[in-house]
């Protein structure tokens, strides 16, 4: 983001969009500038600007106001509303200082009267050029602060290594796949990544490919009109269209069933999406990212994801490390985890050096989600004060200095995990009297999740 003089550099070239049916007019524009700073589009009508801006991002444009069809007035008013942030100049011809002044009301950043010399033009467009990189440059700092230190916890090597490469790859429109084991983070990456892009300010779109169930992924991913099929009541845009302009997230992609690969894969080939019972398709523009915890070379070769799909999302991909691969941040993350969760509780806040070894000897095989699980569990247990290591189940303290090993033996122990998970949930639901909204919303897990756990774990009564 920025170049080795400090200067901030833009993560994509300033586009601009010349709408004027004189041909004098774009040859000047053709004249002036190199296109080196700048991607030049033109179109000679409004109709012409209207549909180019569909396809095309535009940073700016300069709008003749008269045009034939739909007038510059009537364009700027059809634009703005849509893509507020298009800076635009108008040109006026003489005496029409008063749609000028209108048209500065109807948003536009400058204009200029016809006829003025070719100097004129280049310094105005500079000077909308220096304001657009004040405005990128912004926004810019705005997404990185929000993520590099709030969102993404973790300074240890491999931590900064992973938010350089978000800062890297995410302005770029590349497909990424992002692997890890369970609870390392990977759709706090995806975030991350969508946060870096361009597309921050449009709809980062989940799709939990584990959770929507195979009758109808189809409908939530595509859409359907009414009376499709039964129960069609109303149509439904889809969760494709839905993230248009911005990222789509598919979480657990391996667990897609082989036929809506299929599918998807046309609507990426194509870049378009057809409703169920729909007669025409719709343009798409979406980013897309993906998240598993399986190895998907493996699943292709054993021929349960398809190998064409799996080149198209993985462009890129990323590794999000394990916890146990990154310990140091094990601190850090439990002062945030404790401070995120118990906001009005001062004295609950602390953790005793003892429990800090305990906890960053463990090796941690539910990653940060295990982590955030048990200090939340402690937490809703009521134990407040400092957090000492009896306070922590069991299985913690009884894991002791094999964090050397890569992988430690916590399989065979992975019973009485569950049996605190399952302590925990109850516990939690009592606090709530039995209120599941809270108990999920408390233990940090989804509301079907919880409804699953409670099937699961065969808790009653509560
Ligand atoms: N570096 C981190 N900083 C703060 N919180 C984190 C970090 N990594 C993960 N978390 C938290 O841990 C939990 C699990 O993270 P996330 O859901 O992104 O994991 P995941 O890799 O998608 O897991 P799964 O494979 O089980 O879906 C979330 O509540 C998330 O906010
Ligand atoms: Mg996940």
């Known amino acids: 983001m920025e170049d080795n003089r400090g200067m901030f550099v833009p993560d994509h070239i300033f586009t601009l969009l010349v709408v004027d049916d004189d041909p004098l007019f774009q040859r000047m524009i053709k004249t002036i500038f190199s296109e080196d700073h700048y991607i030049i589009h033109k179109a000679e009508s409004g109709e012409e600007a209207i549909l180019l801006m569909t396809k095309i991002k535009i940073d700016a444009a300069i709008i003749d106001l008269n045009l034939p ?27 029409n200082i008063q749609l000028a002044v209108e048209a500065v009301k109807a948003g536009v950043v400058d204009f200029l009267q016809k006829p003025f010399p070719q100097e004129e033009l280049r310094i105005r467009i500079d000077k909308l050029y220096q304001m657009w990189l004040l405005k990128e440059e912004n926004t810019q700092l705005k997404s990185v602060l929000k993520f590099d230190y709030e969102a993404l916890v973790g300074n240890s090597v491999p931590m900064l290594e992973l938010k350089k490469l978000i800062a890297r790859v995410g302005p770029t429109n590349t497909s990424i796949l992002i692997q890890g084991d369970t609870g390392t983070g990977k759709e706090l990456v995806a975030k991350a990544v969508h946060y ?9 779109v989940v799709v939990d490919c584990a959770a929507i169930s195979s009758t109808v992924i189809e409908s939530e991913l595509f859409g359907h009109v009414r009376g499709s099929f039964t129960g069609a009541i109303d149509s439904v845009k889809g969760l494709i269209r839905s993230a248009d302009g911005g990222t789509l997230f598919f979480d657990e992609i391996g667990e897609l069933d082989l036929a809506v690969q299929a599918k998807l894969l046309r609507v990426l080939q194509e870049r378009e999406v057809r409703p169920l019972g729909s007669p025409r398709t719709f343009p ?23 190998e064409d799909l799996f080149y198209r999302i993985q462009v890129l991909t990323i590794e999000v490390p394990p916890l ?10 439990a002062e945030y985890i404790l401070k995120k969760n118990g906001s009005t509780r001062q004295e609950g806040g602390n953790i005793a050096s003892e429990t800090l070894t305990i906890l960053t000897e463990y090796n941690w095989p539910g990653n940060v989600r295990e982590l955030e699980n048990i200090l939340i569990c402690v937490v809703s247990l009521g ?13 913690y303290s009884s894991v002791r200095s094999d964090s050397g090993s890569e992988i430690s033996n916590e399989v065979s122990e992975s019973g009485s995990l569950a049996d605190y998970e399952k302590n925990a949930i109850i516990n939690a639901l009592n606090l709530f ?14 509301e079907a999740t919880l409804y699953r756990k409670i099937k699961k774990y065969e808790i009653t009564g509560i």
């Open 69 to 95: 069809g739909i007038d510059g007035m009537k364009l700027l008013k059809i634009i703005k509303p849509i893509y507020p942030d298009i800076m635009i100049i108008m040109l006026t011809g003489q005496g």
């Open 196 to 204: 870096h892009s361009q597309r921050r300010n449009k709809p980062f």
């Open 284 to 306: 798409i523009n979406v980013r897309i990212l993906a998240a598993t915890n399986r190895n998907l070379r493996i699943e292709v070769e054993q021929g349960r994801f398809r």
């Open 324 to 333: 146990r691969s990154r310990k140091a941040d094990i601190a850090m993350l």
């Open 383 to 395: 134990k407040n004060g400092l957090l000492l290591p009896e306070d922590l189940p069991p299985l």
């Open 433 to 446: 009297n039995g209120n599941r909204r809270k108990t999920a919303e408390k233990l940090n897990i989804g």
